[in-house]
């Protein structure tokens, strides 16, 4: 069977069998793709297996390595089938959450190590187990899918996973996922398990006797075939086939589903079978053409004796798989049964079902099984539209969906429990954190509302007759409460929109709500709650909000059936209807009082008067009464017919007085109020009698009509109507109405009195104006008087000046007077007036002084922080101009110049980091021999489990892992201080400082080592920069050595342009040394996190987006596009295949493809270029002016090499992405380099234009990215900045590396030195010759008659020793000349300056060092200098200063002084400093110092920080290389004691055969055999056909012609020797499994003989150890 490549790329079936000829390399090539596909097959059978397990989809096949390395996926898939060992809550980062965000934690190794717990609890075979550290650190993911198959295969076998598929040829993978995969097998050195032997080791491994389950099987498949149920159930019950789960009720069931199965089995297995005669044959066809043999095989099929039996059979897996899918089936409709009758007990058996094997199921839970299985079941059966039992997977999502609701429901109902209690208790408080419980499920409970929650819950507590509230019940209660608290918090914040959003909510549950009221309801609860606040109500009650609504709703409803009301009067008035306007005021919804229906009339006449008036008012026609106005003029309506009446009374009064004639009377009826008679005077009350008496009897004498009515006319011209004999009256006319004759009117009797009153006043006319008289007097006196006033004040007004110049000049004379008076008498007491003023001064300061300082105490917080700011500011704003100042006073940098003291705290910080520096370098070096040692353990023990061999070298190997892991492993890193380097000797310590000198020397001199790079061969320089260079530099791990190897680059990269370049191009279009080791070391340790930064993001973009396609080839376009449409229409395209990019581009669909994909590029580049550019801060240093293009276009075009993002092992990228990242690569890189697509398609050229434009931000770029600060000043440091610094520097070197790099100096000492007086000369002339291993551990340290002296010798070269760099050049003496002492001076100079300004203070340095210091300042710096003389005795050695500068601190102020000037004058002559600016220079060198201090110090700190945290994971992955260990040691011995064991099985066993000479087994085998075996490929000079027609021993032909001169033995040596020791004594020098284990699958033998080394093992194992 062959397979093709289809149309996308991708493989189907494997690789395809050529037929044509193939070198050997091609077909070594394509056997490594074939495992490389097979092992992809088997990841994705896992994949699958574990989605059908677990239930999730996981990531794709190509990503399944890198995704299993957290240990998640395999912590969940331990949880599935042994949850009491994995429990989900101990299952670390099960969402991967921190994994995505921070990658791999250590914490992720916990997840494995579940996982191989629940391994062992479910009793797989150890011999399975992967490694934690081939899972976590991925060093054997094939083992731990190897693992994967075993599990899966286990777990079928006991009924309790489904099998997992076989998928080889079944799945299809991209050329470049294969290729991908197969550098990954490659790069790891990773052999591939066996996968097909899984079945066979497990049955070995669970000891099954195979014959007696052969038989079993085979009579089981007999019994299928006969197609008898009750047979086949015998045969399944047989013990030998060890089977289970088998139901006797399911007879018929097995029959027909195993008969089914095998059916199929048959079917498949002649078709394969037919395949692979074909592909064998083609098979062994190209493997001989390749070999150029001299013969034809002819290719058969193989003989019926071979073929498995099994190919068309069912194994005893299969049916019992089988058998567990019947019993599901079987289980599920009991289930369903169940839920049909909706039987509890029943559901609860059948769930219990073995079959099923459901976890964590509940009897108490079922009637919660019954309400959810019953849910999922109609849902699913609307899904079908038909009615299905549920899967195995749905009832165990229902199972444990009914456990947590369950469960749920029991925390709640204890919620609701303590709830109740909180509330019976009464305590708000404790009731609100009870709400506020999350299990209670209920709404959210506020703060500030724990009173009204208290109070209306134990109010509906107390209603329940239980005293008990539900959960429904205190969910709609809170519900409700928190609404309401929510609307009392909006009116104290007059809040109307949460207001109403509250009030409206159905939360609230109130009732008969108005949108129109808003306003309304929003006003009257303030009202209310103000008085409740009032009254100590501090909330509002639901009953409140909702009687309040009441209230408002029906004010608001009165007030509109009032308005109806106000209309309907109106408009009476408006039809001048009396009656319809009586009849809309006595409307109830008008709310009118007192009216009366009489006054029916009176009403109607009043209002329309009224409505005339407001109408002439407002001038408005259309104009309406409101109903205040219809109240008042009711209201007026009802006097003016109360005023009425009681006039009639009094006229009929009046009339009835003069009847009675009693003028008296008369006089007071005729006075009544009531009837408002005018010029009533009680003189005339006799004539009033008889004037009145006489019109009456001339009324009597005209006749009597005996009417009793009367009529009165009102003064607005309205008439009303009295009844005499009633005494009541009316505004309308009765009927009938006729005047009374007799009876006198008001406007008659008020004729009679005026005209009586008239006559009474003339007479009193006189007597009446007497007093106007007076009054008139009066005014004419005071007129008289005023006009004199008025003379006066004119002539005051007009001598103004003469007045006040009198009255100024008395005024001035008075208070001289009184002045001189006072001081005559102020000079006669003068000591009492000073001691008085005095006393009120102190009186009022101490006033004054007590108010301010009470004032400060009452606000002691306030003035404490003011001058808290105050100087803070100040300390800021001098900080500020000692930074940025360009010359800062000196009066700033003294209030500074303390911060270059050190403290015991920065002696402290600095013992701890060289403390953690050296333990972390130790740790380093530790693990990683541990780890190479472990990796060897791994490997050995690997091969002595897989075939077998003796335990020597494996215990031998432990032995030394032991002995290191007992502690001597920390004792050989660090050197004898007794015999060795450090030893308390001279000689030994004169050879350290020297070591120490050198190095030193070495790493503030770059140009030594950059000569000494060139002077080696390329290999060697490399190795030297990886071994010894960055190990003397600690790989930039502070400012100082970042700085120091930077010079390095440099100077290294000058060195190599003088040697080795002739024009300066080649630094750019070449690959020089150094632009390697500079590009390497920012990408792997410094610039690789800023390329992370830069290009991360828009790469992950570009990558994510499924849709962008950027394809510019017109033919790639061409043929995608000619793809696609043969795909859609199903039908061969009429357009030719192969076209070139012209008659491509001809096609209209291929231009316009070409125009989305350059659309595409130039976004996706721009996306690229803007990061770029907008990252130019993150970019390192060196790279920013040096490397763009190696430091950026290859990670772009490569993100997955450079790290750039996360692709797990063997997944890659796809094509496509590689495809869009070249093309925004080389558009870049066009852009970077200037250049344009002249020469490429039409398509391509138009985007010149944008090049150009590209062009120009990358030139902006570069500008800004070369315009950085000098390396001093971009770290702060310079190469004597140590000699300031408070420790010094400490390196860690191995004893090997130290005396390589001391035997590579005197190699190359000629090219070095330049002349004899050079520093290096001097150097390696102290050191002296190259010493050995033993001269700087110590005489003793290697025994020369240890057999494994050399094993020890490479040991001590890897130990560590730690050298304290010093000079051995002291700039800081005076002797010497040049720029040395020059530094030197001035770095002292400084330190002395430092002393001096502390101590005193001055505004110019000159001005200090021309005064003399006082007494107080001598005092204070001797206590200075003591002080700095106790800390140093108390400094560690490593730590202390330089022995010139203690020297010159101690000297006394003004030695220090008289010391300065004479080194200012040298520096001064020097042209260091000059003293016309006041020596600024030096000021401004000590502000710089400061500065640096500060930064020092905190970068100090956060190294520390780093430190700890690095020291702490290392001592958990050392922890975890001596569980290792410690589980070598177990397996180790337990193999030994198994090896005991059956040594002492073999001596009973010889024993008992009573002394028969046991026969050794032979090893004759011919070449024939072995030819036929495989294991013989081919013999020189010995043909083919001799060697198959050879019938005997191949041993005596060996003897005789190949032992004699290959290894000088006689035959006679081999001729006896059979068995195990004949081969093994044939290749006693040859390591078979380390042959195997490096891949080498064919060696020769005595150079002649070629063997496969696999089938050699294969053999001895079979023979000698039945394996």
Not at 1612 to 1637: C, H, K, R, S
Request: charged share 25%; hydrophobic share 40%.
């Amino acid at each position: 069977m062959e397979s093709e490549v289809d149309s996308g790329g991708k493989r189907q079936g494997g690789y395809a069998v050529e037929i044509g000829r193939l070198t050997a390399e091609e077909m070594d090539e394509r056997r490594r793709q074939n495992i490389a596909y097979e092992y992809l097959c088997h990841l994705e059978e896992a994949k699958r297996w574990m989605e059908a397990c677990l239930g999730e989809e996981l990531p794709p096949t190509t990503d399944l390595e890198e995704s299993l390395r957290n240990g998640v996926i395999l912590a969940k898939l331990g949880h599935r089938f042994v949850p009491e060992v994995v429990p989900k809550r101990k299952i670390y980062d099960p969402e991967q959450l921190r994994y995505k965000a921070m990658g791999l934690n250590f914490r992720h190794t916990d997840n494995i190590n579940y996982w191989l717990n629940a391994l062992a609890k479910i009793a797989l075979p150890s011999i399975f187990y992967p490694e934690t550290t081939d899972i976590y650190d991925k060093k054997n993911i094939p083992r731990v899918i190897y693992c994967i198959h075993a599990f899966s295969l286990y777990l079928f076998k006991l009924g309790l996973a489904p099998q997992i598929q076989d998928l080889y040829g079944k799945v299809n993978f991209t050329e470049e996922e294969i290729n991908n995969m197969k550098t990954e097998l490659e790069k790891y050195g990773i052999q591939m398990p066996s996968f097909s032997k899984i079945g066979g080791i497990l049955a070995n491994e669970l000891s099954i006797d195979e014959a007696t389950v052969h038989a079993a099987v085979i009579a089981i498949n007999d019994a299928i075939d006969r197609g008898l149920a009750a047979q086949t159930m015998v045969a399944l019950h047989n013990p030998n086939a060890m089977l289970v789960n088998l139901v006797d009720g399911l007879a018929l069931v097995y029959q027909e589903m195993l008969h089914q199965a095998k059916s199929e089995k048959a079917a498949n297995a002649r078709n394969r079978a037919n395949a692979l005669v074909l592909l064998r044959r083609s098979e062994i066809c190209a493997f001989l053409r390749s070999l150029s043999c001299l013969f034809i095989l002819q290719c058969k099929s193989e003989p019926a004796e071979y073929k498995d039996v099994y190919e068309e059979l069912l194994t005893q897996a299969e049916i019992q798989g089988n058998v567990n899918k019947v019993n599901v089936h079987a289980a599920l409709e009991y289930v369903d049964e169940a839920l049909e009758k909706r039987d509890v007990q029943a559901l609860h058996s059948a769930l219990q079902r073995e079959a099923l094997a459901l976890h964590e199921v509940n009897r108490e839970n079922t009637e919660w099984y019954m309400e959810q299985l019953i849910i999922d079941r109609e849902q699913k059966a609307l899904e079908l539209g038909m009615m299905e039992p549920l899967e195995k997977e749905e009832l165990q999502a229902a199972v444990d969906a009914a456990n947590e609701n369950s469960n749920v429901h029991l925390c709640m109902m204890q919620a609701v429990s303590r709830i109740n209690a909180a509330v019976r208790k009464g305590v708000p408080d404790e009731t609100l954190k009870e709400l506020m419980n999350s299990n209670a499920k209920l709404p959210d409970v506020y703060l500030f509302a724990a009173g009204l929650y208290q109070r209306e819950l134990t109010a509906l507590q107390q209603q329940k007759p239980q005293g008990e509230l539900t959960q429904e019940e205190l969910y709609i209660a809170v519900e409700m409460l928190s609404a309401v608290a929510l609307i009392n918090r909006a009116l104290e914040a007059g809040d109307f929109g949460a207001f109403w959003k509250h009030l409206i909510s159905a939360a609230t549950g109130l009732t008969d709500i108005q949108d129109c009221c808003a306003q309304r309801y929003f006003a009257e609860l303030t009202i209310l709650k103000q008085q409740g606040q009032r009254n100590g109500v501090a909330m509002l009650s639901w009953n409140d909000l909702q009687m309040c609504l009441h209230d408002v709703n029906f004010a608001v409803e009165k007030e509109h059936d009032r308005i109806v009301a106000i209309g309907l009067i109106n408009e009476a008035l408006d039809r001048n209807d009396p009656e319809r306007t009586i009849a809309a005021l006595l409307m109830p919804s008008a709310g009118l009082a007192d009216l009366d229906f009489p006054a029916a009339k009176r009403y109607h006449d009043v209002l329309a008067a009224a409505r005339r008036q407001k109408a002439k008012d407002t001038r408005d026609e259309a104009v309406v009464l409101w109903i205040e106005e219809i109240q008042d003029g009711i209201h007026k309506a009802n006097q003016d017919g109360q005023a009425a009446r009681k006039m009639s009374l009094g006229i009929a009064a009046i009339n009835q007085a003069i009847k009675e004639g009693v003028a008296s009377q008369t006089l007071r009826v005729l006075r009544s109020p009531s009837v408002a008679l005018c010029s009533v005077v009680p003189e005339c009350a006799s004539t009033y009698q008889s004037e009145l008496a006489t019109l009456m009897q001339i009324k009597v004498e005209m006749g009597d009509n005996q009417s009793c009515w009367v009529k009165h006319k009102l003064k607005d011209d309205s008439v009303y109507y009295f009844n005499l004999e009633t005494l009541e009256g009316s505004w309308e006319r009765p009927r009938g109405f006729v005047q009374s004759s007799t009876q006198i009117s008001r406007e008659e009797i008020q004729a009679t009195v005026t005209g009586v009153t008239a006559v009474y006043n003339r007479e009193r006319l006189w007597k009446a104006n007497e007093g106007m008289i007076t009054r008139l007097q009066a005014h004419m006196r005071g007129y008289l008087i005023r006009k004199d006033l008025c003379a006066r004040k004119h002539f005051l007004q007009k001598q103004l000046p003469a007045i006040v110049k009198i009255q100024s000049h008395w005024r001035g004379y008075r208070q001289r007077r009184d002045y001189q008076k006072r001081l005559h008498h102020f000079q006669d007491n003068a000591d009492a007036v000073i001691k008085i003023q005095s006393w009120v001064r102190m009186w009022q300061a101490k006033r004054r002084y007590r108010a301010r300082l009470q004032h400060f105490k009452n606000n002691i917080a306030s003035v404490v922080k003011i001058q808290a700011f105050a100087r803070a500011n100040k300390a800021r704003g001098d900080y500020r101009l000692l930074v940025h100042a360009q010359n800062p006073p000196l009066s700033v940098v003294r209030k500074f110049a303390h911060l270059l003291e050190h403290s015991d705290h920065d002696f402290r910080e600095e013992w701890e980091l060289m403390r953690l520096r050296e333990e972390v370098v130790q740790h380093i070096r530790s693990n990683q021999r541990l780890e190479q040692d472990l990796n060897i353990m791994d490997i050995k023990i690997g091969l002595l489990v897989k075939n077998r061999i003796t335990l020597q070298e494996v215990v031998s190997h432990c032995k030394k892992l032991t002995k290191k892991n007992k502690g001597q492993l920390a004792d050989l890193m660090v050197i004898d201080k007794q015999k060795g380097l450090k030893a308390l000797s001279r000689e030994k310590r004169e050879k350290l400082e020297a070591y120490q000198h050198l190095f030193y020397l070495l790493q503030t001199k770059p140009v030594y080592l950059a000569k000494l790079i060139f002077q080696m061969p390329q290999n060697r320089s490399t190795k030297f920069m990886d071994s010894v260079i960055f190990s003397l530099y600690n790989y930039a791990a502070n400012q100082r050595e970042d700085y120091l190897l930077l010079r390095l680059f440099t100077t290294a990269l000058r060195e190599e342009i003088k040697s080795k370049v002739d024009q300066v191009r080649e630094i750019v279009t070449g690959n020089p040394t150094v632009t390697k080791l500079v590009v390497s070391f920012y990408r792997n340790v410094r610039g690789q996190n800023a390329l992370r930064e830069i290009l991360g993001p828009v790469v992950k973009e570009i990558l994510q987006d499924k849709s962008l396609s950027i394809k510019t080839d017109p033919v790639d376009t061409y043929k995608s596009w000619v793809n696609q449409m043969e795909t859609e229409t199903g039908q061969r395209s009429k357009l030719p295949y192969e076209v070139t990019p012209e008659q491509a581009l001809t096609h209209h669909e291929v231009q316009r493809r070409l125009d989305i994909s350059i659309h595409n590029l130039r976004a996706a580049t721009d996306k690229f270029l803007a990061a770029i550019v907008s990252g130019m801060d993150k970019i390192p240093y060196i790279v920013g002016n040096l490397l763009y293009y190696r430091y950026m276009n290859p990670a772009i075009v490569a993100p997955d090499g450079f790290n750039i993002i996360d692709v797990s092992a063997g997944g890659g990228l796809h094509t496509d992405h590689r495809r869009n990242l070249g093309s925004i690569a080389k558009l870049l890189q066009h852009a970077a380099s200037s250049k344009t697509f002249e020469r490429e398609t039409g398509q391509l050229r138009t985007m010149n234009d944008y090049l150009y434009h590209s062009q120009q931000r990358f030139r902006e770029f570069f500008r800004a990215a070369c315009d950085v600060p000098e390396p001093e000043e971009w770290f702060n440091v310079d190469e004597y900045s140590e000699m300031v610094s408070l420790n010094k520097p400490v390196i860690y070197i191995t004893v090997g590396e130290l005396i390589n790099t001391h035997k590579l100096l005197l190699q190359h000492q000629d090219s070095l030195l330049a002349e004899c007086s050079d520093p290096l000369h001097e150097l390696l002339k102290d050191l002296g010759d190259v010493p050995t291993v033993e001269s700087l551990l110590g005489e003793g340290s290697v025994d020369a008659n240890d057999p494994h002296a050399d094993q020890t010798m490479a040991q001590l070269n890897k130990m560590e020793v730690s050298l304290t760099l010093t000079n051995k050049f002291d700039i800081y003496k005076s002797s010497g000349d040049g720029a040395d002492n020059t530094r030197g001076l001035l770095l002292s100079t400084k330190q002395l300056i430092v002393d001096i300004i502390r101590s005193q203070a001055g505004d110019t340095l000159v001005e200090i060092l021309q005064t003399s210091a006082s007494t107080d300042q001598v005092a204070d710096h001797h206590r200075l200098v003591q002080r700095r003389a106790l800390r140093d005795a108390r400094t560690p050695e490593k730590l202390k200063r330089n022995q010139s500068l203690v020297h010159d601190g101690k000297l006394s102020i003004e030695e220090k002084k008289r010391k300065i000037v004479r080194s200012l004058r040298m520096l001064e002559a020097a042209g260091v400093i000059s003293a016309a600016n006041g020596y600024q220079q030096l000021v401004n060198e000590i502000a710089r110092d400061i500065q640096n201090q500060r930064r020092y110090r905190q970068q100090r700190k956060a190294e520390l920080a780093k430190l700890r945290e690095t020291l702490h994971r290392m001592n958990s992955k050392t922890a975890f290389y001596e569980e290792q260990i410690d589980y070598y040691n177990r397996y180790i011995k337990t193999c030994l004691d198994n090896l005991a064991t059956n040594g002492q099985g073999l001596g009973k066993k010889a024993a008992a055969s009573k002394g028969k000479k046991a026969k050794a087994p032979s090893l004759n085998y011919t070449a024939a055999h072995l030819r036929e075996k495989g294991v013989l490929l081919e013999i020189e000079d010995l043909p083919i056909s001799h060697m198959i027609q050879a019938g005997g021993s191949l041993l005596p032909w060996i003897s005789e012609h190949w032992l004699p001169s290959a290894l000088g033995v006689r035959p006679e040596m081999v001729n006896g020797i059979n068995g195990n020791a004949t081969l093994f004594w044939l290749f006693p020098n040859v390591d078979l499994l380390q042959l195997q284990y490096e891949g080498v699958a064919v060696m020769k033998m005595f150079d002649k003989a070629k063997v496969n080394v696999n089938l050699l093992i294969f053999l001895l194992n079979k023979k000698f150890f039945k394996k």
